[in-house]
């Protein structure tokens, strides 16, 4: 059952200012994420849901408020302690799957492991996940040979490679179809639920709510829900 | 340091998945710019060469003996002569009795060009004028009044402002020296070495002059001496002093007179030209890199947000660059030494000064090569820099 805190998030603003417009994207959420939650965030357009995501898996750092991830206060983090929590702890899985164009299957799931850990066990730890995930047939193909559906795979066995503590998804299901979609959400509920990785998700389908054992719904930059 | 593996992890899956005409452009471009900045380079110094090549072979030497500055000639030429060739890393010397022509007649024609008595022998060991014939024939030791005239002296050349134009072999000339005496000199043949200081020379036989000015007779205005090895001058030069060879004793380079001075503006120019460009192929490496890393700004955006360093991400775009570089590099030293060396061997540039072919230093050469590398690895460095500075969600959406 989830219950120790793993992200603690209080009174957190994010104000962007672009060709002297203020946009004031997050005005003072708070929230917990426990270790083996299946986060989902909802909202509508503009509501702030990718803005929150990249300040929880430190693409960005917000305007004020604090983020506390495993006990550490991350936003008085320097650059290089935060990439370092990245690679060892967080795990990213993006809309557009972002994957490296020149590299395969299995050398993408590779990469954020050659950081850390040697050449043959960066190799055996790729596969496996990319078994796991399902597309272990696609080892050597360049993303431009895999569908959507096995793209997104390959994204999130790289997401796994380092044994993150946190699972970030931006609209992983966007791009694809209805069956693909599914079968990426039973992989996340597997992940989730057999594994326990924690998973935070930016989702507008209502239906993969349903995958959700926290749920948040943002507008105009403020909690709307949060159950 | 397991993360180091990872710049030359993806410079390899690059070279061998990326798009091989993109490849093959930049590589390209990379040679063009490496010859570019070799190739003015190159063309001065076949100039500078080919210069200094005739200096040698058709006008001074190696060595220029003259008299002393209180003599008007060389005393005991022969004697001097025969000590000059005894002299270690002596090749051959030859002596020059210049005539006191006060002028010379062709026809209606009245000119003044400098009359060298030689031994014809003697001349063929020390200077190439008897290849340089462009009709008639050398000199023979006992000819007693035939004449060789430069191109320029025939008019062949424009630069002459006087010349005897149509003049051609077999014609007379008639020869008045300053103390008056004259001689009609039956033209032998004519000269043409493409370097325009010889050209404007004629020759005659120690054997004619002794019936014009039979005082000259071992007294030379000027003695050339040829070395085995080029370079040595200064060895030489000392070992003809230590020997008591007498006079006033100068290197070729003393003689090089005008092409001295234009040696010296090639010099500059070249300098001035390899600044320029190494300036274009900078900006062209820049423009290149740049257009490359910007078109992957959103995999740099996915690298940093993976976790990997700016660091690694730099050295990915670094080695990038010294891998085009040096590929461009090898393919400019392929079409520069397979094609345009040998093409301008076959078809040289014909200067005033001598036909000049090019010439490759080695030194320049790395220099240069190493200037494209240097070049490429801050094109590569600045861009990779700039690129990680930018806000990483930006970069993954490609902004």
């Given amino acids: 059952m989830p219950s120790e805190a793993?992200?603690?998030?209080?009174?957190?603003?994010?104000?962007?200012?672009?060709?002297?417009?203020?946009?004031?994207?997050?005005?003072?959420?708070?929230?917990?994420?426990a270790r083996g939650d299946f986060f989902i965030i909802t909202g509508r357009n503009g509501s702030g849901k990718s803005t929150l995501l990249h300040q929880l898996g430190l693409l960005d750092r917000p305007t004020s408020g604090t983020?506390?991830?495993?006990?550490?206060?991350?936003?008085?983090?320097?650059?290089?302690?935060?990439?370092?929590?990245r690679v060892r702890e967080l795990g990213y899985i993006f809309q557009e799957y972002a994957l490296m164009a020149e590299l395969t299957a299995l050398e993408n799931v590779m990469l954020p492991a050659m950081m850390t850990r040697p050449m043959a066990e960066c190799r055996a730890r790729a596969k496996e996940l990319l078994d796991r995930v399902g597309v272990s047939h696609r080892l050597h193909n360049l993303p431009r040979q895999c569908s959507g559906g096995e793209q997104q795979k390959i994204a999130i066995a790289r997401s796994l490679v380092n044994g993150?503590?946190?699972?970030?998804?931006?609209?992983?299901?966007?791009?694809?179809?209805?069956?693909?979609?599914?079968?990426?959400?039973?992989?996340?509920?597997?992940?989730?639920?057999?594994?326990?990785?924690?998973?935070?998700m930016i989702t507008h389908e209502q239906d993969e709510t349903t995958y959700a054992t926290k749920l948040l719904n943002l507008a105009d930059g403020l909690v709307d829900t949060y159950a | 340091m397991p993360e180091w593996r990872i710049p030359f992890f993806l410079i390899l899956r690059h070279l061998r998945r990326g798009s091989k005409w993109t490849l093959a452009l930049i590589v390209f471009l990379m040679a063009i710019a490496f010859v570019n900045m070799v190739f003015a380079s190159s063309l001065f110094n076949g100039i500078i060469a080919t210069s200094n090549a005739n200096v040698i072979e058709t006008y001074a030497g190696n060595i220029t003996i003259y008299p002393n500055a209180k003599d008007d000639f060389i005393a005991h030429t022969d004697k001097q002569l025969t000590k000059i060739r005894a002299v270690d890393g002596v090749k051959a010397a030859?002596?020059?009795?210049?005539?006191?022509?006060?002028?010379?007649?062709?026809?209606?024609?009245?000119?003044?060009?400098?009359?060298?008595?030689?031994?014809?022998?003697?001349?063929?060991?020390?200077?190439?004028?008897?290849?340089?014939?462009?009709?008639?024939?050398?000199?023979e030791p006992d000819d007693n009044d035939g004449i060789l005239l430069g191109a320029q002296v025939t008019g062949n050349e424009e630069a002459a402002t006087r010349s005897f134009?149509?003049?051609?072999?077999?014609?007379?000339?008639?020869?008045?020296?300053?103390?008056n005496t004259e001689k009609n000199f039956i033209v032998r043949g004519i000269f043409y070495s493409n370097y325009i200081e010889a050209d404007y020379q004629t020759f005659t036989t120690i054997k004619a002059m002794q019936e014009v000015a039979p005082y000259l007779r071992n007294q030379a205005s000027s003695i050339l001496v040829t070395v085995d090895t080029p370079g040595t001058e200064t060895r030489v030069i000392n070992g003809l002093k230590a020997r008591g060879v007498t006079g006033d004793i100068h290197p070729w380079q003393d003689s090089a007179g005008l092409m001295k001075d234009v040696t010296k503006s090639f010099v500059s120019i070249d300098v001035i030209l390899s600044l320029v460009a190494t300036l274009i192929a900078a900006v062209t490496i820049?423009?290149?890199?740049?257009?490359?890393?910007?078109?992957?700004?959103?995999?740099?955006?996915?690298?940093?947000?993976?976790?990997?360093?700016?660091y690694l991400i730099h050295a990915v775009y670094v080695l990038q660059s010294v891998v085009y570089s040096v590929a461009g590099v090898l393919l400019g030293a392929a079409m520069f030494f397979g094609i345009l060396v040998p093409y301008f061997v076959a078809h040289p540039f014909a200067l005033p000064m001598g036909n000049a072919h090019l010439v490759v230093n080695a030194g320049n050469f790395i220099l240069r090569a190493e200037t494209i590398l240097w070049v490429a690895v801050f094109s590569g460095l600045i861009p990779a820099v700039m690129v990680t500075r930018m806000n990483m969600l930006d970069e993954i959406r490609g902004k």
């Fill in chain 1, 164 to 200: 993150p503590a946190v699972i970030f998804a931006d609209e992983p299901t966007a791009n694809l179809d209805s069956i693909a979609a599914q079968g990426i959400m039973e992989l996340f509920r597997s992940l989730n639920s057999d594994e326990n990785h924690t998973i935070v």
């Fill in chain 2, 286 to 310: 820049f423009i290149v890199i740049f257009v490359d890393i910007t078109d992957k700004r959103s995999q740099i955006g996915i690298m940093r947000a993976l976790g990997v360093r700016p």
């Fill in chain 2, 94 to 139: 030859a002596a020059h009795y210049q005539l006191p022509a006060a002028s010379m007649k062709f026809k209606n024609i009245k000119s003044t060009f400098r009359l060298i008595a030689i031994d014809p022998d003697d001349e063929t060991r020390v200077t190439n004028i008897s290849q340089k014939l462009i009709s008639g024939r050398y000199l």
């Fill in chain 2, 165 to 179: 134009k149509g003049i051609k072999v077999g014609d007379s000339v008639k020869v008045t020296l300053q103390n």
């Fill in chain 1, 6 to 33: 793993i992200i603690t998030v209080t009174d957190l603003y994010k104000t962007y200012v672009t060709d002297e417009v203020r946009v004031e994207a997050l005005k003072g959420v708070s929230l917990d994420i």
């Fill in chain 1, 67 to 85: 983020l506390i991830l495993n006990g550490l206060d991350v936003n008085t983090m320097s650059e290089r302690e935060r990439a370092a929590i």
